[in-house]
């Protein structure tokens, strides 16, 4: 692989959320088809057939939705469930109780401490209802996480968080965050700065960033379908391995959103065809990734490969 890399590791991250139209609006009225079609017929499948273990993580919406829990239930194979925050969709100060039809721009990091710990306890809460353990997989909606949001995320028991988009700054009405700066590998994040590694302490939360690749003078390029094409994401691939090839393990972390396979249920496939192409195109980079000697986990098992001695 790389100089000294060893291992490279590849998650897949997934935003499982209600369908959406093409202007990233909640499909009103309300659908999952995502969920009850996406998940069973097309994401998992899809995954099993190259060995990859993808990590769904699941919004206040989704584990509301009778439907959407025994779905998430019965599905059969190797993932790993999480959890997804949109903070208006919870309370306390929740925003909206019928989400057919709405926004979400509100960065979670946007509120007092508090109450933004109490949103993310009682979405844990939430999942741990609907599908009977707690989660320890986790990202922000709209990637809009702060020290504090990772803070509360280790008390409330989380091993990882994937909310960076290193190279990347996001902006919404109530908050900004800035990743640009962030690391591109699994770092432990200091204590009152997101973007900034810490040495490890016992039980701190490991930061799994999404992986891109910076351009000059151009948006960073995602390792992610739609967003790149097969050969693009092997180049990510690669860049990665030789910027870090001093590092024993190197992380590749794909994300995306359940919708992105359902045709006309986000801005990206509006075709049929499309969406079998999204599929194609995730399986061809998973398989090239597999044939350079990858190990696919889900989102916590990296937390392991990354804490000193093993520490589960």
């Known amino acids: 692989m790389g100089n000294s890399v060893e291992k490279m590791v590849v998650s897949v991250s997934i935003d499982t959320e209600c369908d959406h139209d093409p202007r990233w609006i909640r499909s009103d009225p309300l659908a999952f088809e995502s969920i009850l079609d996406g998940l069973p017929n097309r994401l998992q499948p899809a995954f099993e057939a190259v060995g990859a273990i993808p990590t769904y993580l699941l919004t206040v919406e989704v584990l509301e939705d009778p439907d959407c829990v025994k779905a998430l239930n019965a599905l059969q194979g190797s993932f790993e469930y999480g959890t997804h925050l949109h903070a208006a969709f919870i309370e306390p100060e929740k925003k909206f109780h019928n989400y057919a039809g709405v926004d979400s721009p509100d960065f979670q990091c946007a509120y007092e401490a508090d109450i933004e710990f109490q949103k993310l306890e009682n979405l844990s809460n939430l999942f741990k209802e609907a599908l009977g353990y707690p989660p320890t997989s986790f990202r922000a909606g709209r990637y809009g996480a702060s020290a504090n949001s990772v ?95 001093s590092q024993q393990v190197l992380s590749i972390n794909m994300m995306f959103h359940s919708m992105e396979v359902i045709e006309k249920a986000s801005p990206y496939p509006q075709t049929k065809d499309e969406a079998e192409r999204f599929i194609d195109d995730m399986q061809a980079a998973l398989q090239w990734c597999a044939d350079e000697g990858a190990e696919f986990v889900g989102l916590s098992d990296l937390y392991s490969h990354f804490a000193p001695n093993n520490e589960s």
């Open 151 to 245: 803070n509360s995320l280790q008390r409330l028991g989380y091993k990882v968080d994937t909310s960076v988009t290193p190279h990347m700054k996001w902006q919404e009405p109530n908050a900004q965050v800035d990743f640009r700066k962030a690391p591109e590998q699994p770092y432990f994040p200091s204590l009152d700065t997101l973007s900034r590694p810490q040495s490890y302490t016992s039980g701190r939360i490991l930061e799994v960033p999404v992986t891109v690749k910076p351009r000059l003078f151009r948006d960073p390029r995602w390792f992610r379908p739609w967003f790149a094409s097969v050969e693009q994401m092997k180049d990510i691939v690669r860049y990665q391995l030789k910027k870090h090839s």
